[in-house]
């Protein structure tokens, strides 16, 4: 019999087999609280038995192998769920902030709005007082820094937001060439050792594409060498063996040009992948640019621009205490646009109703025979009237474009007609008497009339008309409007009331519903609108002139006042304050889902970690079992080895006599 059958050898192999169990339950002892270390074990199988004339005898035992409790399904587990829970907390911390700011009273713009509003109606209650019109022009200045301040401060978030996926993508490569390394070491590993698994290198591996997933959701595959291959997006390799593809950023389309992130393929060879990315910080970023951060800002400027556009046009049918017809009350911007990389062309972009304009930003493209237009956030393919020239440019949404005839295809620009509009509105009136509380029509029945004829005060539609922008200051031409019966009148210039200018005889007065004297069926259309209701008698007169002295008159800062309050944005279907308040609502509702989605994926997170930590965990009280035993089993073969010495000796002994 050779030594390995002999009980010497027999205990040799277990004193051996049992240290190496003794060395690694104290090296899972020792790691209990290393992050990532998953608990080990010996494997130990019997040797081949050795055939005697009486049959086979055992030879004893050996270590195959040092394995780690892992299972590959619940660290998957792990992995996606960090992902997806670091992706809704970041959605949840950036949208709450946004949601603090502009749901306060103090901070937000709601009760800026009020304030102004009250301050116009305060104005429409005593149009002549100068404290009124002071307090409006405060309340207005008000408003607009208001916007300044909560338009700068998103765009402070938007900076952060570039920051971050710039800290993080930093980070990303720091990883993944800490993993490339791993590789290399493992795939060198597994070669010395013939193919045993380097456990402790498997863990640090493991452990750093966790972290990785904190940033990004990534995928792996397994390598036949050991290496691992990690993916993200779509498929896009960042480790590949020992070799790294570094991502990096760089500013897109835009006039708050967003980061984008890129594969760098070559030293100026990149590959775009922001759309391709989810899960993880990057694409709690991400999202919280996409859905909270950009519709917000552009929502605000909709509503700065909405402001400016129709307060102005209600100020300038206005006239101040200088009987001079209202000026532009508030500045505001044209639409913004930029060109994708590459394109030499230009655009010229203008509003051209305001009151259909959305908070949405559109990508314009030519493919050499046609142009076609979608909105950037959803996709949307629109449908634009009109041709693009100058002339009849494309007319989409509120906005008008015209293309450049140079186009060529391939050209794709990106529009952005609201981004701007809250930090650039600008306060134009500072003078108290310069604001336009009255109205520049003064209509008058004459106190000789002996019917119950009544004209209305009038409402001006269209103040670049000629009546009023031929002579400023005046109405051109003043007139007279005489009865020669119950049913019929007449038109007159009044410019010389000695001696006054037929312009046209209406006929077909109704006294029970009263007639809209223009636009007359001879195409009489001076910019504004007036009624007369009631009986007038034959030779009753009414005169409409220009309102040099408004003084006392409110009548266009109560037409002020509805423009605050009435639904003039969305197609008639909004307020500005509607408008704030979607931002708020939508904000809000957001923030809450991220919130709810964020708990929900933590709880998941937590219940994959237990599982990895039932497998994969070191539990001191198992091990401190496991030591006493191996300690006995160590003994034992101890005394094995002692038990063939005293047979050897006594054998030895035998011999000499």
């Known amino acids: 019999m050779t030594i390995n059958g002999s009980l010497l050898g027999i205990g040799t192999s277990a004193l051996q087999a049992f240290q190496r169990a003794l060395n690694t339950t104290g090296h899972n002892i020792a790691n209990a609280n290393t992050p990532g270390y998953s608990r080990q074990r010996v ?17 004893g035992v050996r270590t195959e192998s040092v394995q780690r409790f892992y299972d590959a399904f619940v660290d998957s587990q792990v992995r996606n769920y960090t992902a997806s829970t670091a992706e809704f907390q970041t959605l949840h911390t950036y949208s709450t902030q946004i949601d603090n700011v502009l749901a306060d009273p103090d901070a937000g713009l709601s009760t800026a709005m009020a304030r102004f509003y009250s301050a116009v109606q305060d104005l429409s209650n005593d149009p002549s007082s100068t404290a009124a019109r002071q307090a409006m022009i405060s309340e207005g200045q008000g408003l607009v820094e208001r916007f300044h301040s909560l338009g700068g401060w998103l765009d402070d978030m938007d900076a952060q937001v570039n920051n971050d996926l710039k800290a993080s993508v930093t980070d990303i490569n720091r990883i993944t060439s800490s993993i490339a390394e791993l590789n290399n070491k493992i795939v060198l590993a597994y070669g010395v050792a013939d193919q ?16 990785l997933a904190g940033h990004v959701s990534v995928t792996t595959m397994t390598q036949d060498d050991g290496s691992l291959n990690v993916m993200i997006g779509t498929g896009q390799a960042l480790v590949v063996g020992d070799h790294t593809t570094r991502l990096t950023t760089y500013q897109g389309a835009g006039i ?38 950009q519709p917000a800002a552009n929502e605000l400027g909709r509503v700065a621009i909405g402001m400016g556009e129709f307060f102005d046009a209600q100020h300038q049918r206005g006239v101040d205490l200088n009987g001079e017809l209202g000026q532009a009350f508030f500045s505001f911007p044209d639409p913004q646009w930029d060109t994708y990389p590459g394109v030499t062309s230009s655009l010229s972009v203008a509003w051209d109703d305001v009151g259909q304009v959305t908070g949405a930003d559109y990508k314009l493209q030519y493919d050499g025979s046609a142009w076609s237009i979608s909105r950037t956030d959803t996709g949307e393919s ?18 008008r474009i015209t293309v450049d005839p140079a186009a060529v295809a391939g050209d794709t620009f990106v529009i952005q007609p609201t981004r701007n509009g809250a930090q650039s509105l600008q306060m134009l009136v500072n003078d108290p008497a310069r604001i336009a509380a009255a109205s520049p029509l003064l209509s008058r029945a004459e106190s000789t009339n002996t019917g119950s004829g009544v004209i209305s005060g009038g409402n ?9 922008q031929t002579t400023p200051g005046s109405l051109t031409p003043p007139l007279m409007i005489r009865f020669t019966s119950a049913t019929t009148y007449e038109i007159y210039d009044n410019s010389t009331p000695a001696s ?14 009263g007639s809209d004297l223009f636009p007359t069926p001879g195409g009489l ?31 266009n800062a109560l037409a002020l006042g509805e423009v605050l309050t009435g639904k003039i944005m969305g197609n008639g279907t909004q307020s500005f304050a509607d408008v704030y308040r979607g931002i708020v609502s939508e904000v809000g509702t957001t923030t809450r889902q991220a919130e709810l989605a ?60």
């Open 500 to 513: 006054p200018a037929l312009l046209e005889t209406v006929s077909g007065y109704d006294p029970a519903t």
């Open 525 to 555: 259309d001076y910019g504004y609108e007036m009624r007369i209701t009631g009986h007038p008698a034959a030779g009753d007169e009414f005169t409409v002139s220009y309102n040099s002295n408004g003084d006392g008159d409110n009548r």
């Open 460 to 468: 001006v539609t269209d103040i670049s008309n000629p009546a009023f």
């Open 382 to 399: 629109l449908t634009m009237t009109g041709s693009g020239s100058a002339a009849d440019p494309f007319v989409v949404d509120g906005v």
């Open 598 to 657: 964020s708990n929900a994926h933590q709880q998941l997170l937590e219940r994959a970690q237990n599982a990895n930590d039932a497998i994969s965990g070191v539990n001191l009280d198992e091990e401190a079992a496991n030591l006493v035993k191996y300690q006995q089993s160590y003994q034992a073969a101890a005394q094995m080895i002692a038990v063939a010495n005293e047979l050897f000796d006594s054998l030895l002994g035998a011999v000499r006599r």
């Open 196 to 211: 045993q698994p380097p456990n402790d290198l498997l863990d640090q591996r493991d452990s750093l594409v966790r972290e």
């Open 43 to 59: 494997d130990l199988v019997s040797n081949t038995p050795q055939y005697t004339g009486y049959g086979y005898i055992g030879t």
């Open 256 to 293: 708050k040009a967003p980061l984008k992130i890129a594969l760098q393929t070559g030293a100026n060879d990149l590959v775009p992948i922001t759309d391709q990315l989810s899960g993880g910080k990057i694409g709690g970023l991400l999202n919280f640019r996409e859905r909270v951060l």
